[in-house]
């Protein structure tokens, strides 16, 4: 049974580019959350897609967009990237409502931005 | 809002020694509390969860967890420290209890295990 996996594991851009990280959610799984890990600190809440909607979001500019496709796996896009966006990005699933809370994550997808 | 603080960014403790990683929480209702653990260039694993039931927690790797209502606290404790044990840790919070919902994470512990 595959974990959470995402899509590419590094990535270099430049300031003012756009940019797509994609997710699959483990099996089972039709929740997804997106985080993001700048160095040295903890991760912070991007957005959470359900049902192909987003659900939550944290505080986080309108350049931060994501989508959730049928099979349940997601992408995050960034627009007009600044060098601040420069982080460890986390994608994390969860069950079905009433299958626990537990969000598993995957390996991330470190970005620098130039 | 639900918040965590954890209060040492950094514990160094030798193998074989106890380990003590301290988390207070906010919750303006009971919370579900976590504990992750990070290693080097990898992603976030599960350590233990706490959601209401019984206030020890027993996680993977020998690792326990106490919830305490009247100290607001949620410690991670292990008898022994092994070399294997050093990464980052994080104290979490769960923005709804019950749900997948928004989670909050602490600043992060640091532990190091020396020889």
């Known amino acids: 049974d595959a974990g959470v996996t995402q899509s590419p594991t590094h990535l270099i851009k430049t300031r003012g580019q756009q940019v797509t990280l994609r997710c699959s959610p483990k099996s089972g799984h039709d929740t997804v959350s997106w985080y993001q890990q700048a160095l040295g600190q903890g991760p912070q809440f991007i957005f959470q897609?359900?049902?192909?909607?987003?659900?939550q979001r944290g505080n986080f500019p309108d350049r931060f967009s994501g989508h959730q496709f049928p099979n349940y796996s997601s992408e995050l896009n960034v627009n007009a990237l600044l060098l601040g966006d420069s982080a460890l990005y986390l994608c994390?699933?969860?069950?079905?409502?009433?299958?626990?809370?537990?969000?598993?994550f995957g390996p991330g997808t470190r970005l620098l931005v130039l | 809002a639900q918040s965590v603080t954890q209060l040492d960014s950094h514990v160094s403790v030798s193998e074989g020694t106890p380990v003590l990683l301290r988390c207070n929480y906010s919750s303006s209702y009971s919370p579900s509390l976590f504990w992750y653990v990070q290693h080097p260039n990898k992603g976030l694993q599960l350590l233990l969860k706490?959601?209401?039931?019984?206030?020890l927690v027993k996680g993977i790797n020998g690792f326990e967890a106490e919830f305490k209502k009247s100290e607001t606290s949620f410690h991670l404790t292990k008898p022994s420290a092994h070399m294997s044990d050093a990464a980052e840790y994080f104290c979490?919070?769960?923005?709804?209890?019950?749900?997948?919902?928004?989670?909050?994470f602490g600043t992060g512990t640091r532990l190091q295990v020396t020889l």
């Open positions: 897609y359900y049902e192909e909607e987003e659900r």
């Open positions: 706490y959601t209401s039931a019984a206030t």
């Open positions: 994390a699933s969860s069950p079905p409502s009433g299958g626990g809370e537990t969000q598993y």
């Open positions: 979490v919070v769960s923005d709804i209890p019950g749900t997948a919902s928004k989670l909050t």
